[in-house]
Each structure stands twice: as structure tokens, then as C-alpha cells.
């Protein structure tokens, strides 16, 4: 077993796992629908972080 550090890991190789397994996206749209996460999920991520309340905190698997 080799442990990585959520924060080290970062946010893409899940959004890379859930896009190349999806069922729900077709696969002329996979590399579309990363795109996408990869030009916002950061500023969204940053918003919460800032503006909002957690019920449960989580990792940081983003860079502030």
C-alpha cells in the first residue's frame, strides 16, 4: 500500500477517474466536460472556502 497526501494529490485524477467512467457523458464530450472542471474548479473551490459554511470540513485537495 503506498499512501499519497490529499493535499499533494490534488482535485484532477478524481475528476479524470469519474469522467473516463462515466456512463452518463459520452465520449465525444469526456475531454469537453474536463475542460470545463479544469477552468473552474479552482475559482470554486476558493468561493466556498471563503464565503461559505462547511457541515463537515474537508481536505484541501485544491491550492489557495
Request: hydrophobic residues 40%; charged residues 30%; positive net charge.
Amino acid at each position: 500500500m503506498v499512501y499519497i497526501d490529499p493535499d499533494d494529490l490534488g482535485w484532477l485524477p478524481y475528476v479524470k477517474s469519474w469522467v473516463g467512467r462515466s456512463k452518463a457523458i459520452i465520449d465525444d464530450m469526456k475531454d469537453y466536460v474536463l475542460s470545463l472542471f479544469k477552468v473552474c474548479i479552482d475559482k470554486v473551490f476558493t468561493y466556498i472556502r471563503k464565503n461559505c459554511d462547511e457541515g463537515i470540513r474537508q481536505v484541501n485537495i485544491f491550492k489557495l
